[in-house]
């Protein structure tokens, strides 16, 4: 069946570093594939997305590009700021339209 | 533009006894679906409802259910709860459908049994 597995956390940083949150999925056909981002207290919001192989998703300096041969969708952003601290999701959706999601990956950024 | 409201926002309640959760779209959306997120399970689809049907059921017993009224409004009712039914319940609103539509999620609606 279809599952989504990322690197668990929790990842901490410091301010600036570079991040890379790793996720790789199982799925038949072509999923459409998300990154969602879930602030203290608040539900999830979509990060970013990309529904086709090497689409780049990209969102408020947030990258993850589709690729297909390895089957990962790992986020990435340059340079973190403290406000990026919150739990990220990967997911995907296939053609029955339910979204699977991994198990979050919970980013500490150290000031 | 109101986001996706859910209430109660926090809820205890003892084994055995049922629950019944409340969630409003945003104005104009006709989908809604609901997760349960718990530590150890992460986030796992319960069920979608469109246009007052039930499009989309994830694997949860038939304890779980759900119905969507007129307005789009959704309400997810769990009978003889259990232990484990402990977990933040979200919804996600879509303009048509999960699939075709990006979801916006409400707060949710944090559930503690004891």
């Known amino acids: 069946g279809n599952s989504v597995t990322q690197m668990e956390g929790p990842v901490t940083l410091s301010e600036e570093a570079f991040l890379t949150i790793n996720c790789t999925y199982t799925a038949t056909g072509y999923p459409s594939l998300f990154w969602y981002v879930q602030y203290p207290g608040e539900g999830l919001q979509l990060l970013l997305k990309a529904t086709k192989a090497d689409d780049k998703g990209s969102n408020k300096g947030f990258e993850a590009t589709y690729r297909k041969e390895t089957t990962s969708f790992h986020l990435e952003k340059g340079s973190v700021q403290v406000s990026d601290s919150a739990v990220y999701f990967c997911a995907l959706m296939n053609r029955d339209d339910k979204i699977i999601f991994g198990k979050g990956t919970r980013l500490h950024i150290l000031p | 533009k109101a986001g996706v409201t859910q209430t109660p926002r926090y809820l205890i309640k003892t084994r055995g006894q049922q629950v019944t959760l409340s969630c409003s779209p945003i104005?104009?959306?006709?989908?809604v679906s609901w997760y349960q997120q718990t530590p150890g399970q992460g986030l796992q689809f319960l069920f979608e409802y469109f246009s007052e049907t039930q499009r989309n059921k994830g694997n949860f017993p038939g304890r779980f259910s759900g119905r969507q009224f007129s307005n789009s409004r959704s309400e997810m009712n769990v009978s003889t709860l259990e232990l484990g039914d402990s977990a933040l319940y979200l919804c996600?609103?879509?303009?048509?459908?999960?699939?075709?539509?990006?979801?916006?999620f409400g707060p949710g609606t944090r559930l503690t049994v004891t």
């Open positions: 996600a609103s879509s303009l048509v459908s999960s699939g075709s539509h990006e979801q916006y």
């Open positions: 104005s104009g959306h006709r989908s």
